[in-house]
């Protein structure tokens, strides 16, 4: 679909052509990301794979990685073997290190390209573009594809939906006045960022009802809350890992909560935590466990019942001397 509004990409013409080059070189292209996915994982995937299928149609595109998180919009994931992927052209989109793409056969691709918006831990890909001061993974995605003007709505809505949910609704400090324009372009193919906002930004009875069961558990020193979710209760509640993890944002928006965690017991026993801070930089605790990711979101994982009292000790004392 064409479109009237002219927007200047600000990706460099050499990333842009190699990008390209190298899309065009291969008959089959296979898009993965991080594992645990979240809406701008998503979005970058599906959004990135719908518009790649429109522009070259007689080209096999697939998205790959797990379902499950129960969010809503975006499509199931394609499953495909092995000989698929060996050859192939492997696009990774929001990961900022190999190991925690989704679907470890990434490996088997012949050539890799990653599009990411954290900053760098793990240099690969033979081709790179990572940009840490972008909101999302899907800002940098619809830079490339406005390029070709390959867009519609659907593609446009996957993409706006994962700009909406990484920025929060384009309230946090990595929104720019590019971030809003690249959002008003999308919309005009089509996103409907009122749906988008029901869509993602509202709940049901049950969410309702599992946050009212949760909110006792939260406990809160020193300008930090935490939410630890065991296994046992989050079992009782019905839900998987990545569906627990979500429920961070039970605690965000509360003014004495400068900074909030939520930890969620795995099935081996191990723990995977989620930080969000209003102001003090906390992407370098996550990166002492496991984890990384942006100043004021990050992620962790595989956390023993020590290591989420060392993170919260760490957490207070940075709040603290922030």
Not at 74 to 101: H, K, Q, T, W, Y
């Amino acid at each position: 679909m064409k479109n009237s509004l002219s927007l200047q990409t600000h990706i460099p013409s050499t990333t842009v052509n190699k990008f390209y080059e190298l899309v065009e070189r291969y008959d089959t292209i296979c898009i993965f990301r991080h594992e645990n996915p979240d809406g701008d994982a998503f979005g970058a995937q599906c959004g990135l794979k719908h518009a790649l299928s429109s522009l070259y149609p007689h080209k096999r595109i697939v998205a790959l990685g797990g379902n499950g998180t129960g969010l809503p919009l975006f499509p199931l994931m394609d499953e495909v073997d092995d000989a698929c992927i060996s050859g192939s052209l492997a696009i990774i989109v929001d990961c900022a290190n190999r190991e925690r793409i989704d679907d470890k056969r990434f490996d088997l691709a012949q050539t890799l390209i990653k599009i990411d918006h954290h900053p760098e831990v793990d240099i690969y890909g033979d081709l790179s573009y990572v940009v840490p001061t972008k909101s999302s993974a899907c800002e940098i995605v619809s830079e490339l594809l406005m390029v070709k003007e390959c867009l519609d709505e659907i593609s446009s809505s996957y993409l706006l939906a994962g700009m909406m949910t990484d920025t929060i609704r384009f309230s946090i400090e990595t929104t720019t006045a590019d971030t809003l324009m690249i959002a008003s372009h999308l919309m005009t193919y089509g996103a409907n960022i009122n749906k988008l906002s029901n869509m993602f930004f509202t709940k049901d009875l049950k969410k309702h009802s599992i946050e009212v069961q949760l909110a006792p558990h939260i406990q809160y020193k020193d300008g930090v809350a935490w939410l630890i979710i065991n296994q046992a209760l989050r079992e009782s509640l019905g839900l998987s890992v990545a569906e627990a993890k979500l429920f961070n944002n039970i605690m965000s928006g509360i003014k004495e909560y400068k900074i909030w965690a939520i930890f969620v017991e795995e099935a081996d026993g191990l723990y995977l935590g989620s930080l969000r801070s209003q102001s003090v930089t906390i992407n370098t605790i996550a990166q002492q466990y496991n984890g990384g990711g942006h100043r004021l979101a990050s992620g962790l994982r595989q956390l023993t019942r020590q290591d989420v009292d060392e993170v919260l000790e760490k957490l207070m004392h940075a709040q603290n001397n922030g």
